[in-house]
Protein backbone atom coordinates (compact mmCIF):
# COMPACT_ATOMS: atom_id res chain seq x y z
CA UNK A 1 0.00 0.00 0.00
CA UNK A 2 2.65 2.42 0.84
CA UNK A 3 4.67 1.30 -2.24
CA UNK A 4 1.32 2.70 -4.15
CA UNK A 5 1.25 5.93 -2.51
CA UNK A 6 4.72 6.76 -2.96
CA UNK A 7 5.13 6.29 -6.79
CA UNK A 8 2.35 8.67 -8.11
CA UNK A 9 3.05 11.63 -5.21
CA UNK A 10 7.15 11.13 -6.41
CA UNK A 11 5.75 10.88 -10.23
CA UNK A 12 4.08 13.97 -10.11
CA UNK A 13 7.04 15.46 -8.17
CA UNK A 14 9.16 14.60 -11.39
CA UNK A 15 7.02 16.00 -13.57
CA UNK A 16 6.39 19.22 -11.49
CA UNK A 17 10.17 20.18 -11.32
CA UNK A 18 10.54 19.01 -15.23
CA UNK A 19 7.94 21.65 -16.12
CA UNK A 20 9.82 24.16 -13.99
CA UNK A 21 12.95 23.51 -15.71
CA UNK A 22 11.30 23.71 -18.74
CA UNK A 23 9.69 26.71 -18.23
CA UNK A 24 13.57 28.59 -16.97
CA UNK A 25 15.39 27.57 -19.85
CA UNK A 26 13.20 28.36 -22.52
CA UNK A 27 13.03 31.79 -20.19
CA UNK A 28 16.43 32.31 -20.05
CA UNK A 29 17.07 31.47 -24.28
CA UNK A 30 14.50 34.16 -24.54
CA UNK A 31 15.82 36.48 -22.03
CA UNK A 32 19.43 36.51 -24.15
CA UNK A 33 18.17 36.28 -27.47
CA UNK A 34 16.33 39.46 -26.53
CA UNK A 35 19.31 41.21 -26.05
CA UNK A 36 20.87 40.37 -29.84
CA UNK A 37 19.55 42.81 -31.95
CA UNK A 38 20.35 41.32 -34.98
CA UNK A 39 18.40 38.25 -34.11
CA UNK A 40 15.31 40.40 -33.31
CA UNK A 41 15.82 41.81 -36.30
CA UNK A 42 15.39 38.88 -38.39
CA UNK A 43 12.68 37.92 -35.75
CA UNK A 44 10.78 40.75 -36.41
CA UNK A 45 11.70 40.73 -40.58
CA UNK A 46 10.21 37.25 -40.81
CA UNK A 47 7.02 38.26 -38.76
CA UNK A 48 6.74 41.20 -40.91
CA UNK A 49 7.04 39.16 -44.32
CA UNK A 50 4.04 36.77 -43.22
CA UNK A 51 1.59 39.24 -41.84
CA UNK A 52 2.18 41.10 -44.90
CA UNK A 53 1.57 37.83 -46.92
CA UNK A 54 -0.98 36.63 -45.28
CA UNK A 55 -2.75 39.80 -45.39
CA UNK A 56 -2.57 40.18 -48.98
CA UNK A 57 -6.28 39.47 -49.44
CA UNK A 58 -7.11 42.81 -47.91
CA UNK A 59 -5.90 45.08 -50.66
CA UNK A 60 -5.04 43.19 -53.43
CA UNK A 61 -6.93 40.24 -55.69
CA UNK A 62 -4.94 37.91 -56.85
CA UNK A 63 -6.98 36.83 -59.90
CA UNK A 64 -6.69 40.38 -60.79
CA UNK A 65 -3.34 41.81 -60.07
CA UNK A 66 -1.24 38.86 -60.04
CA UNK A 67 -2.34 36.53 -62.24
CA UNK A 68 -4.36 38.19 -64.87
CA UNK A 69 -2.69 39.18 -68.25
CA UNK A 70 -3.01 43.07 -69.59
CA UNK A 71 -0.83 43.37 -72.81
CA UNK A 72 -1.70 46.59 -73.20
CA UNK A 73 0.83 47.70 -69.96
CA UNK A 74 3.71 45.29 -70.78
CA UNK A 75 7.28 45.66 -69.25
CA UNK A 76 6.03 49.18 -67.42
CA UNK A 77 8.95 50.78 -65.27
CA UNK A 78 8.29 51.34 -61.77
CA UNK A 79 5.56 54.06 -60.70
CA UNK A 80 3.29 55.40 -58.58
CA UNK A 81 0.45 52.55 -59.79
CA UNK A 82 3.00 49.55 -59.93
CA UNK A 83 5.75 50.55 -57.45
CA UNK A 84 8.26 47.89 -59.12
CA UNK A 85 6.74 47.89 -62.59
CA UNK A 86 5.03 45.54 -64.69
CA UNK A 87 6.20 42.34 -66.19
CA UNK A 88 6.03 40.75 -69.94
CA UNK A 89 2.20 40.05 -69.76
CA UNK A 90 1.35 42.79 -67.94
CA UNK A 91 1.14 42.09 -64.39
CA UNK A 92 1.99 44.11 -61.13
CA UNK A 93 5.37 42.69 -60.25
CA UNK A 94 4.50 43.84 -56.45
CA UNK A 95 1.32 41.90 -56.13
CA UNK A 96 3.66 38.62 -57.50
CA UNK A 97 5.95 38.98 -55.46
CA UNK A 98 3.82 39.49 -52.35
CA UNK A 99 1.80 36.54 -53.52
CA UNK A 100 4.86 34.45 -54.37
CA UNK A 101 5.94 34.79 -50.82
CA UNK A 102 2.96 32.89 -49.65
CA UNK A 103 4.48 29.58 -51.77
CA UNK A 104 7.63 30.20 -50.82
CA UNK A 105 7.41 30.70 -47.05
CA UNK A 106 4.40 27.84 -47.03
CA UNK A 107 7.03 25.00 -48.31
CA UNK A 108 9.14 26.77 -46.07
CA UNK A 109 6.97 26.13 -42.90
CA UNK A 110 5.48 23.11 -44.41
CA UNK A 111 9.11 21.18 -45.28
CA UNK A 112 10.01 22.17 -41.37
CA UNK A 113 7.11 20.23 -40.16
CA UNK A 114 7.63 16.95 -42.34
CA UNK A 115 11.09 16.45 -41.44
CA UNK A 116 10.73 18.10 -37.88
CA UNK A 117 8.18 15.47 -37.17
CA UNK A 118 10.09 12.37 -39.31
CA UNK A 119 13.55 13.53 -37.80
CA UNK A 120 12.18 13.38 -34.63
CA UNK A 121 10.54 10.05 -34.29
CA UNK A 122 13.73 8.94 -36.06
CA UNK A 123 16.48 10.56 -34.63
CA UNK A 124 14.79 10.31 -30.96
CA UNK A 125 14.35 6.44 -31.72
CA UNK A 126 17.87 6.01 -32.35
CA UNK A 127 19.10 7.54 -29.24
CA UNK A 128 17.13 6.06 -26.89
CA UNK A 129 17.14 2.68 -27.65
CA UNK A 130 20.85 2.53 -29.04
CA UNK A 131 22.73 -0.63 -29.88
CA UNK A 132 21.02 -2.05 -32.75
CA UNK A 133 18.41 -0.15 -33.32
CA UNK A 134 20.45 3.11 -33.49
CA UNK A 135 23.14 1.37 -35.62
CA UNK A 136 20.43 0.72 -38.10
CA UNK A 137 18.70 4.00 -38.30
CA UNK A 138 21.65 5.67 -38.72
CA UNK A 139 23.10 3.75 -41.71
CA UNK A 140 19.92 4.40 -43.13
CA UNK A 141 20.54 8.18 -42.68
CA UNK A 142 24.20 7.79 -44.00
CA UNK A 143 22.35 6.45 -47.14
CA UNK A 144 20.70 9.34 -47.59
CA UNK A 145 23.11 12.02 -46.70
CA UNK A 146 25.50 10.32 -49.20
CA UNK A 147 22.90 12.14 -51.84
CA UNK A 148 23.20 15.82 -52.34
CA UNK A 149 19.96 17.67 -50.99
CA UNK A 150 19.33 19.39 -54.09
CA UNK A 151 19.53 16.28 -56.35
CA UNK A 152 17.46 14.44 -54.55
CA UNK A 153 14.54 16.68 -54.20
CA UNK A 154 14.79 17.50 -58.19
CA UNK A 155 14.47 13.31 -58.36
CA UNK A 156 11.57 12.97 -56.05
CA UNK A 157 10.15 16.05 -57.48
CA UNK A 158 10.35 14.48 -61.41
CA UNK A 159 9.27 10.70 -59.61
CA UNK A 160 5.81 12.40 -58.20
CA UNK A 161 5.56 15.69 -61.09
CA UNK A 162 5.33 18.83 -60.29
CA UNK A 163 2.94 19.83 -57.94
CA UNK A 164 3.45 22.34 -54.76
CA UNK A 165 2.36 19.28 -52.59
CA UNK A 166 4.54 17.06 -54.22
CA UNK A 167 7.28 19.93 -53.96
CA UNK A 168 6.87 19.63 -50.14
CA UNK A 169 7.14 16.49 -49.75
CA UNK A 170 10.41 16.29 -51.84
CA UNK A 171 12.17 18.74 -49.36
CA UNK A 172 10.47 17.58 -46.97
CA UNK A 173 11.94 13.61 -47.37
CA UNK A 174 15.57 15.26 -48.12
CA UNK A 175 15.35 17.35 -45.24
CA UNK A 176 14.72 14.07 -42.62
CA UNK A 177 18.54 12.83 -42.40
CA UNK A 178 20.10 15.85 -41.03
CA UNK A 179 17.33 16.33 -38.94
CA UNK A 180 17.22 13.05 -37.88
CA UNK A 181 21.22 13.06 -36.83
CA UNK A 182 20.80 16.52 -35.17
CA UNK A 183 17.87 15.02 -32.97
CA UNK A 184 19.73 12.31 -31.91
CA UNK A 185 22.79 14.08 -30.87
CA UNK A 186 20.75 16.13 -28.28
CA UNK A 187 18.82 13.58 -27.49
CA UNK A 188 21.54 11.77 -26.34
CA UNK A 189 22.98 14.76 -24.82
CA UNK A 190 19.58 14.36 -22.54
CA UNK A 191 19.38 11.19 -21.69
CA UNK A 192 21.84 10.52 -19.04
CA UNK A 193 20.19 13.05 -17.01
CA UNK A 194 19.18 11.89 -13.88
CA UNK A 195 15.62 13.44 -14.46
CA UNK A 196 14.72 10.49 -16.62
CA UNK A 197 16.34 7.98 -14.97
CA UNK A 198 13.88 9.42 -12.20
CA UNK A 199 11.02 8.90 -14.62
CA UNK A 200 11.94 5.95 -15.72
CA UNK A 201 12.23 4.12 -12.33
CA UNK A 202 8.49 5.88 -12.07
CA UNK A 203 7.20 2.99 -14.77
CA UNK A 204 6.98 5.92 -16.88
CA UNK A 205 6.56 4.30 -20.58
CA UNK A 206 9.19 4.97 -23.15
CA UNK A 207 7.47 6.50 -25.42
CA UNK A 208 5.85 9.76 -22.85
CA UNK A 209 9.25 9.95 -21.52
CA UNK A 210 10.86 10.71 -25.37
CA UNK A 211 7.92 13.27 -26.12
CA UNK A 212 7.50 14.76 -22.43
CA UNK A 213 11.09 14.63 -21.17
CA UNK A 214 13.27 14.44 -23.36
CA UNK A 215 12.59 16.45 -26.43
CA UNK A 216 11.41 19.33 -24.71
CA UNK A 217 14.89 19.71 -23.31
CA UNK A 218 16.75 18.91 -25.69
CA UNK A 219 14.76 21.55 -28.24
CA UNK A 220 17.99 24.01 -28.44
CA UNK A 221 19.66 22.15 -31.21
CA UNK A 222 16.66 21.56 -32.90
CA UNK A 223 15.30 25.05 -33.00
CA UNK A 224 18.33 26.68 -34.75
CA UNK A 225 18.44 23.77 -37.26
CA UNK A 226 14.58 24.27 -37.70
CA UNK A 227 15.34 27.82 -38.45
CA UNK A 228 18.60 26.80 -41.07
CA UNK A 229 15.80 24.51 -42.37
CA UNK A 230 13.30 26.86 -43.19
CA UNK A 231 16.51 29.01 -44.51
CA UNK A 232 17.04 26.29 -47.02
CA UNK A 233 13.97 25.35 -47.99
CA UNK A 234 13.46 28.94 -49.22
CA UNK A 235 16.16 28.55 -51.77
CA UNK A 236 15.85 25.10 -52.49
CA UNK A 237 12.11 25.88 -53.33
CA UNK A 238 13.39 28.97 -55.81
CA UNK A 239 16.23 26.81 -57.42
CA UNK A 240 13.96 24.10 -58.19
CA UNK A 241 11.11 26.17 -59.88
CA UNK A 242 13.79 28.40 -61.43
CA UNK A 243 14.66 25.13 -63.67
CA UNK A 244 11.17 24.62 -64.14
CA UNK A 245 10.26 21.57 -61.43
CA UNK A 246 8.37 23.79 -59.41
CA UNK A 247 5.50 25.61 -59.29
CA UNK A 248 3.89 25.95 -63.17
CA UNK A 249 2.42 29.53 -65.28
CA UNK A 250 0.64 31.42 -64.02
CA UNK A 251 1.60 30.78 -60.05
CA UNK A 252 3.76 33.46 -58.93
CA UNK A 253 6.36 31.96 -57.10
CA UNK A 254 9.63 33.63 -56.37
CA UNK A 255 12.23 31.34 -58.46
CA UNK A 256 9.86 31.33 -61.51
CA UNK A 257 9.91 34.81 -61.69
CA UNK A 258 13.31 34.71 -62.03
CA UNK A 259 13.38 32.19 -64.72
CA UNK A 260 10.89 34.58 -66.15
CA UNK A 261 12.89 37.38 -65.83
CA UNK A 262 16.15 35.72 -66.98
CA UNK A 263 14.69 35.88 -70.49
CA UNK A 264 14.25 39.50 -70.41
CA UNK A 265 17.51 40.38 -68.76
CA UNK A 266 19.00 42.49 -72.34
CA UNK A 267 16.09 44.90 -72.08
CA UNK A 268 14.24 44.68 -68.68
CA UNK A 269 17.00 43.61 -65.85
CA UNK A 270 14.28 45.42 -63.18
CA UNK A 271 12.40 42.28 -63.30
CA UNK A 272 15.28 40.28 -62.19
CA UNK A 273 15.73 42.35 -58.93
CA UNK A 274 12.38 42.34 -56.34
CA UNK A 275 11.96 38.34 -56.51
CA UNK A 276 15.64 38.28 -55.92
CA UNK A 277 15.90 40.68 -52.67
CA UNK A 278 12.67 39.26 -51.70
CA UNK A 279 14.25 35.82 -51.08
CA UNK A 280 17.65 36.97 -49.63
CA UNK A 281 15.17 38.56 -47.10
CA UNK A 282 13.37 35.49 -45.85
CA UNK A 283 16.36 33.39 -46.17
CA UNK A 284 18.34 36.57 -43.86
CA UNK A 285 15.80 36.55 -41.24
CA UNK A 286 15.80 32.89 -40.70
CA UNK A 287 19.80 33.11 -40.54
CA UNK A 288 19.94 35.38 -38.36
CA UNK A 289 17.99 34.74 -36.20
CA UNK A 290 19.18 30.71 -35.76
CA UNK A 291 22.84 32.46 -34.67
CA UNK A 292 21.07 34.56 -32.43
CA UNK A 293 19.58 31.34 -30.88
CA UNK A 294 22.67 29.51 -31.55
CA UNK A 295 24.26 32.02 -28.98
CA UNK A 296 21.46 32.20 -26.32
CA UNK A 297 21.85 28.36 -26.12
CA UNK A 298 25.69 28.41 -26.05
CA UNK A 299 26.14 28.07 -22.11
CA UNK A 300 29.96 29.07 -23.01
CA UNK A 301 28.44 32.85 -23.94
CA UNK A 302 26.73 32.76 -20.62
CA UNK A 303 27.42 35.50 -18.32
CA UNK B 1 46.43 4.05 -40.72
CA UNK B 2 46.52 2.15 -44.13
CA UNK B 3 44.17 -0.70 -42.84
CA UNK B 4 41.64 2.31 -41.56
CA UNK B 5 41.40 3.63 -45.35
CA UNK B 6 41.07 0.25 -46.93
CA UNK B 7 38.38 -0.65 -44.28
CA UNK B 8 36.64 3.05 -44.95
CA UNK B 9 36.34 2.34 -48.83
CA UNK B 10 35.16 -0.94 -48.01
CA UNK B 11 32.05 1.11 -46.06
CA UNK B 12 31.47 2.77 -49.69
CA UNK B 13 30.28 0.02 -50.62
CA UNK B 14 27.09 -0.76 -48.70
CA UNK B 15 26.50 3.00 -48.94
CA UNK B 16 26.13 2.98 -52.42
CA UNK B 17 24.19 -0.04 -52.75
CA UNK B 18 21.39 1.91 -50.67
CA UNK B 19 21.85 4.75 -52.86
CA UNK B 20 21.03 2.60 -55.68
CA UNK B 21 18.09 1.15 -53.96
CA UNK B 22 16.65 4.28 -52.81
CA UNK B 23 16.87 6.23 -56.34
CA UNK B 24 16.21 3.05 -58.17
CA UNK B 25 12.81 2.97 -56.39
CA UNK B 26 12.20 6.77 -56.70
CA UNK B 27 12.83 6.62 -60.03
CA UNK B 28 10.27 3.50 -60.71
CA UNK B 29 7.33 5.55 -58.98
CA UNK B 30 7.68 7.72 -62.10
CA UNK B 31 4.75 7.47 -64.56
CA UNK B 32 5.74 7.07 -67.78
CA UNK B 33 6.88 4.39 -70.42
CA UNK B 34 9.74 4.18 -71.01
CA UNK B 35 9.37 1.42 -74.10
CA UNK B 36 6.39 3.91 -75.20
CA UNK B 37 9.38 6.70 -75.25
CA UNK B 38 12.17 4.96 -77.29
CA UNK B 39 10.27 3.68 -80.09
CA UNK B 40 8.30 7.03 -80.18
CA UNK B 41 3.88 7.09 -81.16
CA UNK B 42 3.87 5.34 -84.18
CA UNK B 43 5.27 2.18 -82.89
CA UNK B 44 3.85 -1.50 -83.92
CA UNK B 45 2.11 -3.18 -80.88
CA UNK B 46 4.58 -6.30 -81.71
CA UNK B 47 7.38 -4.19 -81.50
CA UNK B 48 6.68 -2.49 -78.67
CA UNK B 49 5.55 -5.96 -76.81
CA UNK B 50 9.43 -7.28 -77.50
CA UNK B 51 11.25 -4.13 -76.24
CA UNK B 52 9.33 -4.22 -73.12
CA UNK B 53 10.54 -8.07 -72.75
CA UNK B 54 13.90 -7.06 -73.79
CA UNK B 55 14.33 -4.24 -71.79
CA UNK B 56 12.92 -6.60 -68.39
CA UNK B 57 9.79 -3.95 -67.64
CA UNK B 58 7.75 -6.87 -67.65
CA UNK B 59 9.67 -8.33 -64.59
CA UNK B 60 8.39 -7.62 -60.52
CA UNK B 61 10.20 -4.83 -59.54
CA UNK B 62 13.01 -6.42 -56.98
CA UNK B 63 14.02 -8.42 -60.62
CA UNK B 64 14.46 -5.19 -62.16
CA UNK B 65 16.71 -4.06 -59.20
CA UNK B 66 18.55 -7.38 -59.04
CA UNK B 67 19.33 -7.20 -62.72
CA UNK B 68 20.66 -3.45 -62.38
CA UNK B 69 23.01 -4.26 -59.73
CA UNK B 70 24.17 -7.10 -61.21
CA UNK B 71 24.53 -4.97 -64.27
CA UNK B 72 26.42 -2.57 -62.52
CA UNK B 73 28.83 -4.85 -60.74
CA UNK B 74 30.23 -5.50 -64.01
CA UNK B 75 30.29 -1.74 -65.40
CA UNK B 76 27.53 -1.37 -67.43
CA UNK B 77 25.16 1.04 -65.86
CA UNK B 78 23.05 0.62 -69.18
CA UNK B 79 22.35 3.48 -72.36
CA UNK B 80 21.07 6.66 -72.26
CA UNK B 81 17.05 6.32 -73.51
CA UNK B 82 17.57 9.41 -75.39
CA UNK B 83 21.22 9.62 -77.11
CA UNK B 84 21.83 5.45 -76.47
CA UNK B 85 25.31 6.22 -75.20
CA UNK B 86 26.56 4.25 -72.24
CA UNK B 87 25.86 6.73 -69.22
CA UNK B 88 29.29 6.74 -67.57
CA UNK B 89 31.25 7.52 -71.25
CA UNK B 90 28.46 10.78 -71.48
CA UNK B 91 29.08 11.43 -68.17
CA UNK B 92 32.76 11.52 -68.63
CA UNK B 93 32.78 13.68 -71.48
CA UNK B 94 30.75 16.13 -69.08
CA UNK B 95 33.09 16.13 -66.03
CA UNK B 96 35.78 18.23 -67.30
CA UNK B 97 33.39 21.10 -66.77
CA UNK B 98 32.10 20.16 -63.84
CA UNK B 99 35.20 19.71 -62.59
CA UNK B 100 37.16 22.44 -63.62
CA UNK B 101 33.90 24.71 -62.09
CA UNK B 102 34.07 22.65 -58.81
CA UNK B 103 37.71 23.14 -58.05
CA UNK B 104 38.20 27.43 -59.06
CA UNK B 105 35.05 28.00 -57.24
CA UNK B 106 36.23 26.26 -53.92
CA UNK B 107 39.75 27.89 -54.73
CA UNK B 108 38.27 30.94 -54.98
CA UNK B 109 36.08 30.41 -52.00
CA UNK B 110 39.54 28.97 -49.90
CA UNK B 111 41.71 32.20 -50.92
CA UNK B 112 38.97 34.35 -49.89
CA UNK B 113 36.88 33.15 -47.26
CA UNK B 114 40.06 31.47 -45.08
CA UNK B 115 42.22 35.00 -44.65
CA UNK B 116 39.22 37.39 -44.16
CA UNK B 117 37.43 34.81 -41.72
CA UNK B 118 40.78 34.69 -39.51
CA UNK B 119 41.57 38.86 -40.19
CA UNK B 120 37.99 38.87 -38.84
CA UNK B 121 38.34 36.47 -35.84
CA UNK B 122 41.48 38.53 -34.94
CA UNK B 123 39.64 42.18 -35.46
CA UNK B 124 36.21 41.06 -33.39
CA UNK B 125 33.83 43.92 -33.44
CA UNK B 126 35.69 46.49 -35.28
CA UNK B 127 34.28 47.73 -38.27
CA UNK B 128 36.32 45.89 -40.79
CA UNK B 129 34.42 42.27 -38.92
CA UNK B 130 31.22 43.72 -39.14
CA UNK B 131 31.72 44.28 -42.78
CA UNK B 132 32.72 40.85 -43.11
CA UNK B 133 30.32 39.56 -41.15
CA UNK B 134 27.24 41.84 -43.46
CA UNK B 135 28.80 40.45 -46.64
CA UNK B 136 29.06 37.03 -45.66
CA UNK B 137 25.46 37.10 -44.76
CA UNK B 138 24.00 38.22 -47.60
CA UNK B 139 26.39 35.70 -49.56
CA UNK B 140 24.65 32.78 -47.72
CA UNK B 141 21.28 34.03 -48.09
CA UNK B 142 21.48 34.47 -51.80
CA UNK B 143 20.36 31.57 -53.58
CA UNK B 144 23.70 31.41 -56.10
CA UNK B 145 21.42 31.40 -59.55
CA UNK B 146 20.00 34.99 -58.67
CA UNK B 147 23.75 36.13 -57.60
CA UNK B 148 24.37 34.54 -60.84
CA UNK B 149 21.85 36.86 -63.18
CA UNK B 150 22.67 39.96 -60.89
CA UNK B 151 26.54 39.19 -62.01
CA UNK B 152 25.79 38.92 -65.51
CA UNK B 153 23.89 41.69 -65.17
CA UNK B 154 26.96 44.02 -64.21
CA UNK B 155 29.97 42.37 -65.88
CA UNK B 156 27.93 40.69 -69.44
CA UNK B 157 25.37 43.58 -69.78
CA UNK B 158 26.22 46.25 -68.52
CA UNK B 159 30.01 46.36 -68.56
CA UNK B 160 30.73 44.51 -71.24
CA UNK B 161 33.94 42.57 -69.82
CA UNK B 162 32.63 38.96 -69.93
CA UNK B 163 31.15 36.73 -71.86
CA UNK B 164 27.58 35.55 -70.04
CA UNK B 165 27.50 31.92 -71.85
CA UNK B 166 28.87 28.98 -72.99
CA UNK B 167 32.67 27.35 -72.45
CA UNK B 168 34.52 28.49 -75.40
CA UNK B 169 37.39 30.07 -73.21
CA UNK B 170 38.68 30.54 -69.11
CA UNK B 171 36.59 34.08 -69.15
CA UNK B 172 33.51 31.87 -70.07
CA UNK B 173 34.35 30.45 -66.28
CA UNK B 174 35.03 33.35 -64.31
CA UNK B 175 31.41 34.46 -64.01
CA UNK B 176 30.43 30.88 -63.00
CA UNK B 177 32.92 30.38 -60.86
CA UNK B 178 32.55 33.17 -58.97
CA UNK B 179 29.00 32.52 -58.63
CA UNK B 180 29.73 29.07 -57.59
CA UNK B 181 31.66 30.02 -54.97
CA UNK B 182 29.83 32.83 -52.93
CA UNK B 183 27.77 30.29 -50.71
CA UNK B 184 31.48 28.17 -49.93
CA UNK B 185 33.21 31.03 -49.18
CA UNK B 186 30.28 32.62 -47.01
CA UNK B 187 30.26 29.86 -44.97
CA UNK B 188 33.62 28.77 -44.27
CA UNK B 189 34.17 32.49 -43.33
CA UNK B 190 31.77 32.17 -40.63
CA UNK B 191 33.11 28.87 -39.89
CA UNK B 192 36.82 29.93 -39.55
CA UNK B 193 35.68 32.82 -37.94
CA UNK B 194 33.51 31.36 -35.16
CA UNK B 195 36.35 28.11 -34.31
CA UNK B 196 38.91 31.15 -34.47
CA UNK B 197 37.70 32.80 -32.06
CA UNK B 198 37.25 29.81 -29.57
CA UNK B 199 40.94 29.13 -30.42
CA UNK B 200 42.50 32.79 -29.14
CA UNK B 201 41.18 32.40 -25.96
CA UNK B 202 42.52 29.10 -25.19
CA UNK B 203 45.45 28.89 -22.65
CA UNK B 204 48.39 27.89 -25.08
CA UNK B 205 47.46 30.80 -27.31
CA UNK B 206 48.18 33.16 -24.33
CA UNK B 207 51.06 31.09 -23.75
CA UNK B 208 52.55 31.59 -27.20
CA UNK B 209 52.05 35.04 -27.17
CA UNK B 210 54.01 34.83 -23.15
CA UNK B 211 56.96 33.78 -24.56
CA UNK B 212 56.95 36.46 -27.40
CA UNK B 213 55.93 34.32 -30.60
CA UNK B 214 55.46 36.85 -33.30
CA UNK B 215 51.50 38.13 -33.88
CA UNK B 216 51.71 36.37 -37.28
CA UNK B 217 52.82 32.97 -35.69
CA UNK B 218 50.58 32.96 -32.84
CA UNK B 219 47.27 33.76 -35.35
CA UNK B 220 48.06 31.38 -38.21
CA UNK B 221 50.95 29.04 -36.15
CA UNK B 222 49.06 28.35 -33.25
CA UNK B 223 45.69 29.17 -33.64
CA UNK B 224 44.68 28.73 -37.58
CA UNK B 225 46.02 25.27 -37.33
CA UNK B 226 43.79 23.88 -34.49
CA UNK B 227 41.40 25.63 -35.71
CA UNK B 228 41.10 23.96 -39.22
CA UNK B 229 38.99 20.65 -38.33
CA UNK B 230 35.37 22.26 -39.10
CA UNK B 231 36.67 24.39 -41.40
CA UNK B 232 38.17 21.18 -43.42
CA UNK B 233 35.06 19.70 -43.19
CA UNK B 234 32.76 23.16 -44.63
CA UNK B 235 35.38 22.95 -47.73
CA UNK B 236 35.45 19.38 -47.48
CA UNK B 237 31.54 18.79 -48.18
CA UNK B 238 31.26 21.52 -50.08
CA UNK B 239 33.85 20.73 -53.02
CA UNK B 240 31.83 17.35 -52.98
CA UNK B 241 28.47 18.85 -53.72
CA UNK B 242 29.62 21.25 -56.20
CA UNK B 243 31.85 17.22 -58.23
CA UNK B 244 28.15 16.36 -58.20
CA UNK B 245 26.93 19.18 -60.68
CA UNK B 246 25.99 22.37 -59.90
CA UNK B 247 22.99 22.21 -60.95
CA UNK B 248 21.22 25.91 -61.05
CA UNK B 249 24.58 27.88 -62.06
CA UNK B 250 24.79 25.18 -64.87
CA UNK B 251 21.65 26.11 -66.33
CA UNK B 252 21.89 30.16 -66.06
CA UNK B 253 25.67 29.77 -67.74
CA UNK B 254 24.62 27.36 -70.26
CA UNK B 255 27.44 25.10 -69.31
CA UNK B 256 27.19 21.34 -70.33
CA UNK B 257 28.58 20.00 -67.04
CA UNK B 258 26.97 17.33 -64.43
CA UNK B 259 24.02 19.46 -63.46
CA UNK B 260 22.79 19.83 -66.69
CA UNK B 261 23.06 16.33 -68.35
CA UNK B 262 21.09 15.34 -64.67
CA UNK B 263 18.52 18.32 -65.67
CA UNK B 264 18.20 17.42 -68.94
CA UNK B 265 17.97 13.32 -68.02
CA UNK B 266 14.71 14.50 -65.75
CA UNK B 267 13.31 16.32 -67.98
CA UNK B 268 13.78 13.61 -70.66
CA UNK B 269 12.71 10.44 -68.04
CA UNK B 270 16.12 9.05 -68.91
CA UNK B 271 15.96 6.64 -66.03
CA UNK B 272 19.47 5.01 -66.52
CA UNK B 273 20.90 8.28 -66.77
CA UNK B 274 19.32 9.67 -63.41
CA UNK B 275 20.42 6.99 -61.60
CA UNK B 276 23.63 7.12 -63.09
CA UNK B 277 23.89 10.69 -62.47
CA UNK B 278 23.33 10.49 -58.67
CA UNK B 279 25.25 7.13 -58.03
CA UNK B 280 28.32 9.09 -59.44
CA UNK B 281 26.97 11.85 -57.14
CA UNK B 282 26.97 10.22 -53.88
CA UNK B 283 30.38 7.99 -54.75
CA UNK B 284 32.27 11.17 -54.96
CA UNK B 285 30.73 12.71 -51.99
CA UNK B 286 31.60 9.49 -49.49
CA UNK B 287 35.08 9.31 -51.29
CA UNK B 288 35.61 13.43 -50.22
CA UNK B 289 34.19 12.72 -46.73
CA UNK B 290 36.76 9.53 -46.33
CA UNK B 291 39.55 12.27 -47.43
CA UNK B 292 38.71 14.61 -45.51
CA UNK B 293 39.02 12.24 -42.76
CA UNK B 294 42.14 11.73 -43.76
CA UNK B 295 43.28 14.89 -44.04
CA UNK B 296 42.37 15.61 -40.39
CA UNK B 297 44.75 13.42 -39.04
CA UNK B 298 47.50 15.17 -40.98
CA UNK B 299 46.12 18.51 -39.17
CA UNK B 300 45.61 17.22 -35.53
CA UNK B 301 47.97 14.29 -35.23
CA UNK B 302 46.48 13.16 -32.12
CA UNK B 303 43.66 11.81 -34.00
CA UNK B 304 45.75 9.53 -35.73
CA UNK B 305 46.31 7.23 -32.37
CA UNK B 306 42.56 6.57 -32.20
CA UNK B 307 42.60 5.18 -35.93
CA UNK B 308 45.67 3.27 -35.15
CA UNK B 309 43.94 1.65 -31.99
CA UNK B 310 40.86 0.76 -34.29
CA UNK B 311 42.73 -1.08 -36.16
CA UNK B 312 45.02 -2.52 -33.75
CA UNK B 313 42.07 -3.95 -31.85
CA UNK B 314 40.54 -5.39 -35.40
CA UNK B 315 43.45 -7.19 -36.01
CA UNK B 316 43.96 -8.64 -32.26
CA UNK B 317 39.92 -9.97 -32.85
Known sequence: ?303 | MFGYIVKRLVMIFPVILGVSFIIFTIVNLAPGDPAMMILGEGAKQEEYEALREEMGLNDPFFVRYFHYVADALQGNFGKSYRTNIPVFQEIACRLPYTVNLAVTSTLIAIILGLPIGVLSAVKQYTASDNAAIGVSLVLTSMPDFWFAMMLILLFSLKLRLLPSLGVESWRHFILPAIANSASTMASLLRMTRSTMLEVIRQDYVRTARAKGAKESRVVFGHSLRNALLPVVTVIGVNFGFSLGGAIVVEQVFAIPGLGQLMVNAIRAKDTPMVIASVLFAAIIVSVINLIVDIVYVYIDPRLKSRYVTVGAKRAMS
Not at chain 1, 225 to 230: F, Y
Request: hydrophobic fraction near 50%.
Open chain 1, 1 to 303: MTGNSVLPSSGSAVTKSHQYKKKSQLRTVWLRLKKNRMAIFGLLLFAVMVCVVLSADLYMNYEEDAVAQNLSIRFQPPSREFPLGTDQYGRNVLARVIYGGRISLFVGLATVCISLTAGAVIGATAAYYGGRVDDILMRIMDVFLAIPNTLMAITIVAALGTSIVNLILAMGISQIPRMSRIVRSSVLSIIGQEYIEAARACGTGDGRIIFRHILPNAMGPILVQVTQTVARSVITVSALSFIGLGVSEPTPEWGFMLSEAKHQMRCHPHLAVAPGIAIVMAVMSMTLLGDGLRDALDPRLKN
